[in-house]
Each structure stands twice: as structure tokens, then as C-alpha cells.
């Protein structure tokens, strides 16, 4: 079983987001970048996948500063292959990342490609289910949790309320990932050290990055809010006080 | 190619989804700028039935055995064709479980760029993308000739894509769908052992703020003070920290309890489709910036584990 995990950085939602002067996108000056959240848990998905049914996991991402760490960080979880691609990728949207993925995953020939469902800066489509089409795939998004059997997967993929729908699949397939069986898994630091020794990240080139299908945006803004919060001060002896009068107001209480 | 707006109605299991009403009520504020109707296509076996109250100028109703039930490959296939005839100025889908697994695919394959996360339309037909876990919105033209769009609630009411006039239904032959990849084997229902926190006056609801599974406690102190239930946002959930029973959002429940008191919730777009019709949120963030503030009537800046102990106490001598 050969299992690729295609992941990309997106910006920290944890930092203050501020537009540039041009007002069309995100100033990028301070922007810190991390991982997206549900392409951590398609990682930890491959490796509980390779733990149980064996196999090789490639973990493969776009350059970008902190991209060898997460890669050794994914080769001390567990993953056998790292694969970097190597270009200009600052202003790709979705679709040019997918096909410059598709290019490299193709030669790799995986029976699954495991990804995050979605990452919150997407604005053309999504990852996955461009990669399942560049490729030839079937797609199945939303999913949460993974069974192989034989040249199909079972995968169950969430709807709204709770409700799971068991899906079957042939091999080769394209599952996009909500979350994983278990929480990305944490390693010591000393032991992705020890990787960086050993592992090796493979660098290929991306090609076909043109910006085609890119969705052209005339004004990034702040969401205009109608109403915001009443704010309550004070030391929090004082913010709670002002809650048990809005708990007794609203009968709570 | 004509000036029509194709909505792709979602339906589970013979109900149609509140979001295909958001889409639909969507679609009319399109059709204003772009001239057109708004034309529901659903897709379907013996649901025809379906199309009653949909508020749009007219349904397209495919039947096929293989359209009972979403699947990937039927509606793929099904859509593909239908699009290419219809030539349409766009189409939308909902930024959904469904929604989501076709209109990416269906852009590479028709080569018609996609819109992710719409939220609203402008009247001159731009859209406005909620983007950044609410922390940003992006307004641009909708690509020509046909533009998809996958589209987020929260813009529109989905009373206002409904309506007691039935539409008028036109049956389009379904394509020849064998040999498909994907198939539903079965649906597993939602446990429902567990407290409903559907029917909770008020939530006491944690968030990844809450940092580990011993400080879970300190929401339940207070829950237990206040006799009311604990739910969580996805993070807490996925980490197994309280159970999945208790998930607020678009893959949880959707409440509505008198108060909804967030603690540690950044109010991320996919929460908030859970728990924005609250009658008061009340949130506990040290993000100022955070969107929660956006839709909470009340909110504070303090840190909750500084709160949390004297708010408990309060609650007990309030008894
Ligand atoms: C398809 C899909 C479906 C999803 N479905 C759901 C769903 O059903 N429900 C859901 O909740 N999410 C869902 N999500 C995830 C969603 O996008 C967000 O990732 C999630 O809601 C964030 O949870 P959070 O607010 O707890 O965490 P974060 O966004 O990380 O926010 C934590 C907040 O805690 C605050 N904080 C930190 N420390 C403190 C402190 N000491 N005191 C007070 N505040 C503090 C921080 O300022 C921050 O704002 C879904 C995502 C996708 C892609
Ligand atoms: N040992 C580790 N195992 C897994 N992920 C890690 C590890 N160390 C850091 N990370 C990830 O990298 C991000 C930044 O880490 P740091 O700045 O070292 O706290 C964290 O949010 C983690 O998601």
C-alpha cells in the first residue's frame, strides 16, 4: 500500500491578519505560516493507515520557509518518503498546485492519496478533489476515519448532525481528510533531529503553475460586523459579576 | 450559454438540506444582476417530490437508481453533461459534504474557474467569500462565461429559498452511469445515548482554548453549577476530550439555546453554522480580533482559567 500525502502551509490564524496597502490580499510581512490543521490530521491518518495494514507513506509539500522541518517532523512520525517541490509558488492558486502535484504523484503511482478536506485560505476549490480529477481518481471528502479491504477503502465520510455515511471506494483513490482515527501524534524534538541525519527530502521541480483559473479578488476586507459584542471590563471578579446579572436576566439562573 | 443560475440541491436521505434553501435564496440575488432565472437541479430517484417547495423559476429533475443518494462518481458524470447543456452563468453548490467533493473537479474538468466559501452576493453580482476562519471576506467579479460557486451559510435566510407555490419540474434523461467507483454502503445514525444538548436552556461550550483534557473540568464545574450541559467546538471533540455527542457546528449539532457561553471558541465559520442562532452568545476569548465578537452580544477579553474559578463560585452563592 502506498499512500501520498500532498499538504501545504496556510497563514496562522492565531496572528492578526492585516490587508496590504493594495487592499487585495493579505499584507504577508508578518504572516506567520503553519501547517493547515486537517493536512496534519490526512499525516496522521497515512501513518495510522501504514501502522495497521503496512505499507510506505511520501508526505509531499510546495517549498516554503519551515517546509524541511514539517517533512522531518512527518518522517519522525513515520513517513518513509519526503518530496519537495521546488519553484515559485507565491501567488498559485489551487488548481496550478494540484497539477504541479498530479505531475510528481503520477510517477509515484500511490493506491491512496490522503489530504486535508480543505484549508481555510482555498478560494479556488480544494486540494483533493482537483487532484482526484488531474489524475483520474474517484474523490471522497469530509472523511473520518479509514478502513482498506483488499483494492477497495471504506471510508466514512461525515454528514451535518452526526450522521456518517460508509462509503466504498476502488483503489486507486483520493480521500479527503476532516479528521484523523486519533490526534496528530506528537514526537520529541531529539527524535526529528535524529531524522534530519537520515531522512532525505527529494526535491522535484513544479511545473505548470500558471495562474489560469486564479479567482481574481478587487478588495480583501475585515468582516463589516453589524452589531459587535458589548465588552465587559474589569478584573474577572468583575466580569463574572456581569455574568451572573445576564445569566439572571435571561432566566438562566 | 444563457444568464441562468444552476443550484445543485442537496438532499440526505429524502429531506433536502437547509443550505440548498441558503443557495437557492442566493441565486435570486444573482439572477437580479445577471438577467437570468434560477433554475434547482436535483438530482434523484423517485424524489421528485422533492422539488415542492423550492423557490425557483423552474427544477431540473434527473431520476436514476444510482442518484438515490449522493455519490461521488453519478453525480459527477450526471452534473458534467448537465452544465455543458445548460451553459449557464453559474452554478452553485454548497461549501458542503457534498458540494464540496464535485465543484472542484467539475472546474478542472469543464475548465470553468471555482469559487470557494461565497458567502453573499453584491448587487452588481460580485461575490463575497468568507475566507480565514471569518477573519477575512474577498470580493471579486464571478468569472465568465460560468462561474461555480460553492457557497457558505450564514448570508441568507432559508426561508427565503422557499416557497408554497410549487415550481414547475422538467425531466432531464439521466446519463448512462455504470461502472462507478464509489458506492454508499450504508448510513450509521448519530448516537443519541447521550445528553440532547439540542434541548439545553444553555451551553457552557469549550474550545481549543481550553489547552488540555484536565482543564475540561473547569467547564463542567460550572456547567454543574449552573445545571446546564458542556459541549465543545471540533478541536476538543477531535482530541477526545469530550464526546462527539456534544459537537457544535456544520459537522455537529446545530443549537440554539438562550445563552451559549463560548469559552476558548475563535467562532470559525463552521462553528458558528452550529450555534449562530442563539438567542445571546457570550464569549470568552483573549483574541479581541477573534469573529466570535462579531456575533456574540456580550464578550470578554479575560483570560478563562482567571474566570472560570470565581465564576463557578458566583454561580453556587447566586443559588
Ligand atoms: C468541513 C469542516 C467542518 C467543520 N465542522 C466543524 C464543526 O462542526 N464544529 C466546529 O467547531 N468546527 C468545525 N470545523 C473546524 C473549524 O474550521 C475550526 O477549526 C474550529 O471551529 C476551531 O475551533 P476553536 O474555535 O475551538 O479553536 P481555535 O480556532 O483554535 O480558537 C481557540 C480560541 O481560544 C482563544 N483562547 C486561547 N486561550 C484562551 C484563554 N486562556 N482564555 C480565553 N480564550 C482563549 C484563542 O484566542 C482562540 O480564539 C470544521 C472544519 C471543516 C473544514
Ligand atoms: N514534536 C513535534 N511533533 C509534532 N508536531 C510538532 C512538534 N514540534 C512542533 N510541532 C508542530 O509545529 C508547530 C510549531 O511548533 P513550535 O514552534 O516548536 O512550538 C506546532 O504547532 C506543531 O504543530
Same mark, same amino acid.
Given at each position: 500500500?502506498?499512500?501520498?500525502?500532498?499538504?501545504?502551509?496556510?497563514?496562522?490564524?492565531?496572528?492578526?491578519?492585516?490587508?496590504?496597502?493594495?487592499?487585495?490580499?493579505?499584507?504577508?510581512?508578518?504572516?506567520?505560516?503553519?501547517?493547515?490543521?486537517?493536512?496534519?490530521?490526512?499525516?496522521?491518518?497515512?501513518?495510522?493507515?501504514?501502522?495497521?495494514?503496512?505499507?510506505?507513506?511520501?508526505?509531499?509539500?510546495?517549498?516554503?520557509?519551515?517546509?524541511?522541518?514539517?517533512?522531518?517532523?512527518?518522517?519522525?512520525?513515520?513517513?518513509?518518503?519526503?518530496?519537495?517541490?521546488?519553484?515559485?509558488?507565491?501567488?498559485?492558486?489551487?488548481?496550478?498546485?494540484?497539477?504541479?502535484?498530479?505531475?510528481?504523484?503520477?510517477?509515484?503511482?500511490?493506491?491512496?492519496?490522503?489530504?486535508?478536506?480543505?484549508?481555510?485560505?482555498?478560494?479556488?476549490?480544494?486540494?483533493?478533489?482537483?487532484?482526484?480529477?488531474?489524475?483520474?481518481?474517484?474523490?471522497?471528502?469530509?472523511?473520518?476515519?479509514?478502513?482498506?479491504?483488499?483494492?477497495?477503502?471504506?471510508?466514512?465520510?461525515?454528514?451535518?448532525?452526526?450522521?456518517?455515511?460508509?462509503?466504498?471506494?476502488?483503489?486507486?483513490?483520493?480521500?479527503?481528510?476532516?479528521?484523523?482515527?486519533?490526534?496528530?501524534?506528537?514526537?520529541?524534538?531529539?527524535?526529528?533531529?535524529?531524522?534530519?541525519?537520515?531522512?532525505?527530502?527529494?526535491?522535484?521541480?513544479?511545473?505548470?503553475?500558471?495562474?489560469?483559473?486564479?479567482?481574481?479578488?478587487?478588495?480583501?476586507?475585515?468582516?463589516?460586523?453589524?452589531?459587535?459584542?458589548?465588552?465587559?471590563?474589569?478584573?474577572?471578579?468583575?466580569?463574572?459579576?456581569?455574568?451572573?446579572?445576564?445569566?439572571?436576566?435571561?432566566?438562566?439562573? | 450559454?444563457?444568464?441562468?443560475?444552476?443550484?445543485?440541491?442537496?438532499?440526505?436521505?429524502?429531506?433536502?438540506?437547509?443550505?440548498?434553501?441558503?443557495?437557492?435564496?442566493?441565486?435570486?440575488?444573482?439572477?437580479?444582476?445577471?438577467?437570468?432565472?434560477? %433554475?434547482?437541479?436535483?438530482?434523484?430517484?423517485?424524489?421528485?417530490?422533492? =422539488? &415542492?417547495? *423550492? @423557490? +425557483?423559476?423552474?427544477?431540473?429533475? !434527473?431520476?436514476?437508481?444510482?442518484?438515490?443518494?449522493?455519490?461521488?462518481?453519478?453525480?459527477?458524470?450526471?452534473?458534467?453533461?448537465?452544465?455543458?447543456?445548460?451553459?449557464?452563468?453559474? %452554478?452553485?453548490?454548497?461549501?458542503?459534504?457534498?458540494?464540496?467533493?464535485? =465543484? &472542484?473537479? *467539475? @472546474? +478542472?474538468?469543464?475548465?470553468?474557474? !471555482?469559487?470557494?466559501?461565497?458567502?453573499?452576493?453584491?448587487?452588481?453580482?460580485?461575490?463575497?467569500?468568507?475566507?480565514?476562519?471569518?477573519?477575512?471576506?474577498?470580493?471579486?467579479?464571478?468569472?465568465?462565461?460560468?462561474?461555480?460557486?460553492?457557497?457558505?451559510?450564514?448570508?441568507?435566510?432559508?426561508?427565503?429559498?422557499?416557497?408554497?407555490?410549487?415550481?414547475?419540474?422538467?425531466?432531464?434523461?439521466?446519463?448512462?452511469?455504470?461502472?462507478?467507483?464509489?458506492?454508499?454502503?450504508?448510513?450509521?445514525?448519530?448516537?443519541?445515548?447521550?445528553?440532547?444538548?439540542?434541548?439545553?436552556?444553555?451551553?457552557?461550550?469549550?474550545?481549543?482554548?481550553?489547552?488540555?483534557?484536565?482543564?475540561?473540568?473547569?467547564?463542567?464545574?460550572?456547567?454543574?453549577?449552573?445545571?446546564?450541559?458542556?459541549?465543545?467546538?471540533?478541536?476538543?471533540?477531535?482530541?477526545?476530550?469530550?464526546?462527539?455527542?456534544?459537537?457544535?457546528?456544520?459537522?455537529?449539532?446545530?443549537?440554539?439555546?438562550?445563552?451559549?457561553?463560548?469559552?476558548?471558541?475563535?467562532?470559525?465559520?463552521?462553528?458558528?453554522?452550529?450555534?449562530?442562532?442563539?438567542?445571546?452568545?457570550?464569549?470568552?476569548?483573549?483574541?479581541?480580533?477573534?469573529?466570535?465578537?462579531?456575533?456574540?452580544?456580550?464578550?470578554?477579553?479575560?483570560?478563562?482559567?482567571?474566570?472560570?474559578?470565581?465564576?463557578?463560585?458566583?454561580?453556587?452563592?447566586?443559588?
Amino acid at each position: 500500500m502506498k499512500i501520498a500525502v500532498p499538504v501545504k502551509f496556510v497563514p496562522d490564524l492565531v496572528e492578526e491578519l492585516t490587508i496590504d496597502p493594495g487592499g487585495t490580499a493579505l499584507d504577508t510581512t508578518w504572516l506567520r505560516l503553519i501547517i493547515s490543521e486537517f493536512d496534519d490530521h490526512a499525516v496522521e491518518q497515512a501513518i495510522l493507515v501504514k501502522e495497521k495494514n503496512g505499507g510506505q507513506v511520501c508526505v509531499i509539500m510546495a517549498e516554503a520557509d519551515g517546509a524541511d522541518d514539517f517533512l522531518f517532523t512527518a518522517a519522525a512520525k513515520g513517513a518513509d518518503q519526503l518530496i519537495k517541490l521546488t519553484g515559485d509558488f507565491s501567488n498559485v492558486n489551487n488548481h496550478a498546485l494540484a497539477r504541479a502535484h498530479a505531475e510528481v504523484l503520477k510517477d509515484l503511482h500511490p493506491d491512496l492519496i490522503l489530504t486535508g478536506v480543505q484549508a481555510h485560505n482555498d478560494l479556488d476549490g480544494s486540494i483533493g478533489p482537483l487532484l482526484a480529477e488531474y489524475l483520474g481518481m474517484p474523490y471522497v471528502g469530509y472523511v473520518a476515519g479509514i478502513t482498506i479491504d483488499g483494492d477497495k477503502v471504506i471510508a466514512r465520510k461525515e454528514y451535518a448532525g452526526g450522521l456518517i455515511a460508509e462509503i466504498e471506494v476502488k483503489l486507486p483513490a483520493v480521500l479527503g481528510i476532516q479528521a484523523a482515527e486519533q490526534p496528530p501524534r506528537y514526537v520529541a524534538y531529539s527524535k526529528i533531529r535524529q531524522v534530519m541525519s537520515t531522512a532525505k527530502i527529494e526535491e522535484k521541480p513544479g511545473s505548470a503553475l500558471s495562474l489560469e483559473e486564479s479567482i481574481v479578488v478587487s478588495r480583501m476586507f475585515l468582516p463589516e460586523v453589524a452589531e459587535r459584542a458589548t465588552m465587559l471590563e474589569g478584573s474577572p471578579d468583575d466580569v463574572a459579576a456581569k455574568l451572573i446579572a445576564i445569566f439572571k436576566e435571561q432566566g438562566t439562573l | 450559454m444563457s444568464q441562468d443560475i444552476l443550484v445543485i440541491i442537496e438532499h440526505l436521505r429524502g429531506q433536502v438540506t437547509d443550505t440548498s434553501y441558503v443557495m437557492l435564496a442566493g441565486a435570486h440575488q444573482l439572477s437580479q444582476s445577471s438577467g437570468g432565472g434560477v %433554475v434547482a437541479v436535483l438530482l434523484g430517484h423517485n424524489a421528485q417530490k422533492l =422539488a &415542492s417547495n *423550492l @423557490s +425557483a423559476d423552474k427544477v431540473l429533475y !434527473v431520476d436514476h437508481p444510482a442518484l438515490a443518494e449522493f455519490t461521488f462518481d453519478a453525480y459527477q458524470i450526471t452534473l458534467e453533461n448537465l452544465i455543458k447543456q445548460q451553459s449557464p452563468r453559474a %452554478v452553485i453548490f454548497g461549501h458542503s459534504s457534498i458540494g464540496m467533493d464535485i =465543484a &472542484s473537479g *467539475l @472546474s +478542472a474538468r469543464l475548465e470553468f474557474p !471555482v469559487v470557494s466559501s461565497c458567502r453573499t452576493f453584491t448587487s452588481e453580482g460580485k461575490f463575497i467569500s468568507q475566507i480565514c476562519g471569518g477573519k477575512i471576506m474577498a470580493e471579486g467579479d464571478l468569472p465568465a462565461p460560468t462561474a461555480l460557486i460553492t457557497m457558505v451559510p450564514g448570508g441568507y435566510k432559508a426561508e427565503s429559498g422557499q416557497s408554497s407555490q410549487p415550481p414547475s419540474v422538467e425531466i432531464i434523461a439521466a446519463p448512462a452511469l455504470g461502472d462507478l467507483r464509489v458506492s454508499l454502503k450504508q448510513y450509521i445514525e448519530p448516537d443519541t445515548s447521550d445528553v440532547d444538548i439540542t434541548k439545553e436552556k444553555m451551553l457552557v461550550s469549550v474550545g481549543r482554548g481550553i489547552q488540555n483534557k484536565d482543564n475540561i473540568e473547569l467547564a463542567n464545574d460550572l456547567a454543574a453549577a449552573l445545571g446546564c450541559a458542556v459541549s465543545a467546538s471540533r478541536p476538543v471533540v477531535d482530541q477526545g476530550w469530550i464526546p462527539t455527542t456534544r459537537l457544535v457546528g456544520k459537522s455537529g449539532k446545530h443549537v440554539k439555546p438562550k445563552i451559549y457561553l463560548a469559552l476558548g471558541i475563535s467562532g470559525a465559520p463552521e462553528h458558528v453554522e452550529g450555534m449562530g442562532d442563539s438567542e445571546y452568545i457570550v464569549a470568552v476569548n483573549t483574541d479581541i480580533n477573534a469573529p466570535i465578537f462579531n456575533i456574540a452580544k456580550y464578550g470578554t477579553t479575560v483570560d478563562m482559567f482567571d474566570l472560570l474559578p470565581v465564576l463557578t463560585e458566583k454561580v453556587k452563592q447566586a443559588k
